[in-house]
């Protein structure tokens, strides 16, 4: 991003949130009109009864799973994109992560409607609530299906303050610049400055964001393993062929963020034509995408190969007799379409004009999501239909109102993301900032003394403002040098060295964030024992307190409250409580100016004034 500026990345992303076509009102009713489609026949479905859709002995399980399981896995690349990848450092992450952070949070909340479809009878889903109730019905922790509500709802939590957390500084970006535009009073400014929280980029509040938001990543990255290792432990802890099987995890956790690179490549490219956000999205960001779904691709044929190889050298006779029905039964080309789609077809992007068109890009991401929406329908229903006894065989096929639903839960994650694209900034625009900083800054010492990154407003004050970050490091490091210890600096950016220039310590959201996490470890395994403990009965042969299935029930536990914990030392040590900017604030200064405030005596005023004049401080104001 070194070839824009400050004021270009912040105009490309905001004026993509600018007033829609009609074509995108056009696109939102048709959406819509398929939301309320579907939610008509699942009205019909709870009336009639499930009988109106294909499920029948043996399949009881069959499309309404596979789109629950679809969508927990189109989940999954926001996570990757985003927390994976800052943690490892990988620069091409910034220009795409937002966008993958919204589909996770938009495909979670699809994916949570389908167990409540499934159920047929909704009203009684509270019963997987664990509360004191005269019914003295507490959930089954050993049960996977309550480790998937667990794990799922744990998932969209963490995810969605991932995403929040992230939004803030460019929702301040947002507010700026409605207010300048349309007013204090506008309905878009006050909106944006309720989301904004008060966020005025100084040097305080940046230094616990950037802290809080790291462990944000480090937390949210264990789920991108747990949250489908869990799913496929639905499938995995039966005893059916074609289920039991070790493999399970990783092999669901690598078709997961298959697909879920596949949408976001599906997603981008449209929304990157359609926003004019040619000069931030580039072809390079697609091609980092591609070759990622290459190494994924070869994962998923990889795991197809070793399911194979399990059939046949474990010696279990109902095990290769059900592979080799897979293969070649009447189900047969729903497995060949998945290894068409899943591993041949991502495999082209090993030809580099492959990956570097956008035609070739759209196509393969589309048909490698319908080859995973396939490949979970083909592992759902086949292993049911097909078990030990033959008497018990059955097939299976979808009705109008499942089909419909299903098209329904498209439009609903469509809708959503649409809406986003529109209402949100879509790109980090402060991440791609940051890049444009990195580059102006040079390394400078250290001050001798520990800055108070705070100015008393009752002193004078001095702020000079600067177009350059660098500058305002050296500026700093002036300041601090000269004796000054009171300051605070303004920036659209995080800026990584400034820290270390002032000496400011380690910020404390780091022992927050670490009581919630034990908290949730040990609140985790009381819950999972005392509720066991109210009836005393051994389920599934398994005695009524089982530490091994409890864990997960305690690493749910400890992400959810780490988080939590996180999230709340952020808001209370940034201030983000407030509903103003700090004093002092410049509106500049979320778009591409840059702040120092030094704090000082009233006879200082004039030399701290000549000390900034060499600093090519673009302004210098003096605040008494």
């Known amino acids: 991003m070194s070839d824009l500026s400050y004021r270009a990345i912040n105009d490309d992303v905001l004026n993509a949130m600018g007033r829609p076509r009609a ?7 048709f959406l819509g009109a398929l939301i309320g489609w579907a939610a008509l026949c699942w009205t019909y479905q709870t009336q009639l009864g499930m009988g109106v859709t294909g499920l029948n002995r043996p399949v009881g399980w069959a499309v309404y799973i596979t789109n629950f399981v679809f969508w927990v896995g189109i989940a999954h690349s926001g996570t990757l994109i985003s927390a994976i990848l800052y943690l490892l450092r990988a620069n091409w992450r910034d220009a795409v992560s937002r966008s993958a952070e919204a589909m996770t949070i938009f495909a979670v909340m699809t994916a949570g409607l389908f167990p409540l479809i499934h159920l047929g009878r909704l009203w009684v889903f509270y019963y997987i609530i664990p509360y004191p109730s005269q019914r003295e019905i507490w959930p089954n922790f050993v049960s996977p299906l309550v480790w998937d509500v667990c794990a799922v709802g744990t998932y969209f939590t963490v995810s969605l303050i991932f995403w929040s957390v992230g939004m803030i500084p460019d929702l301040a970006a947002a507010r700026d610049r409605y207010e300048s535009e349309l007013g204090p009073e506008h309905v878009k400014t006050r909106i944006y400055r309720a989301l904004s ?4 980029g100084a040097g305080s509040q940046w230094h616990h964001y950037g802290r809080s938001y790291l462990f944000f990543a480090a937390l949210a990255t264990p789920l991108v393993v747990s949250v489908h290792s869990v799913v496929s432990w639905d499938f995995a802890m039966s005893l059916l062929p074609g289920w039991h099987s070790a493999i399970f995890p990783p092999y669901f956790v690598a078709g997961a963020i298959h697909s879920g690179l596949a949408m976001v490549l599906t997603l981008l490219i449209p929304m990157r034509k359609f926003l004019n956000l040619e ?3 580039k072809m390079y960001h697609f091609e980092m995408l591609a070759k990622t779904l290459i190494l994924t691709g070869t994962i998923v044929g990889y795991s197809y190969g070793v399911e194979a190889f399990i059939s046949w050298y474990s010696g279990d006779i109902f095990e290769w007799q059900f592979f080799k029905w897979r293969i070649g039964g009447p189900a047969a080309w729903l497995y060949w379409l998945c290894v068409v789609c899943n591993v041949l077809v991502p495999a082209l992007f090993v030809i580099p004009k492959m990956r570097r068109t956008i035609v070739s890009l759209f196509i393969i991401s589309i048909l490698v999501n319908v080859g995973m929406w396939s490949e979970r329908l083909m592992l759902i229903f086949t292993s049911l ?17 499942e089909a419909s639903i299903t098209l329904g839960s498209f439009g609903f994650f469509f809708f959503f993301f649409f809406c986003f694209t529109k209402g949100l900034p879509t790109v980090p625009l402060s991440e791609l900032k940051e890049k444009v900083a ?5 390394s400078t010492g250290c001050c001798a003394t520990r800055v108070k990154v705070s100015v008393d407003p009752d002193k004078p004050a001095v702020l000079a403002v600067f177009a350059n970050a660098g500058r305002l490091v050296e500026a700093a490091k002036v300041a601090c040098d000269a004796g000054f210890q009171q300051m605070e600096t303004f920036s659209p950016v995080k800026l990584e060295k400034l820290p270390a220039v002032l000496k400011q310590p380690k910020s404390p959201v780091r022992l927050i964030t670490l009581i919630g996490a034990v908290s949730g470890l040990l609140g985790g395994f009381w819950l999972a024992a005392g509720t066991a403990n109210v009836n005393n009965l051994i389920v599934g042969g398994k005695p009524p307190i089982s530490f091994i299935p409890f864990c997960v029930i305690a690493f749910e536990g400890t992400i959810l409250l780490g988080s939590l914990a996180n999230l709340f030392g952020l808001v209370v040590l ?5 509903r103003t900017t700090l004093p002092y604030y410049d509106p500049r200064f979320s778009r591409d100016k840059f702040g120092l405030l030094v704090g000082c005596e009233p006879g200082q005023v004039s030399r701290l004034r000549e ?14």
């Open 611 to 624: 000390l900034l004049q060499p600093t090519d401080a673009e302004e210098i104001h003096v605040h008494q």
């Open 385 to 401: 239909a097909h078990d030990f006894l033959p008497h018990n065989w059955g097939s299976y096929w979808p009705t109008w109102v």
């Open 279 to 281: 000069r931030l999205i």
């Open 23 to 29: 074509s995108f009102y056009f696109v939102l009713a």
């Open 574 to 578: 940034a201030r983000l409580y407030r």
């Open 438 to 442: 990195d580059e102006e800054i040079t």
């Open 197 to 200: 929280l008060g966020w005025s």
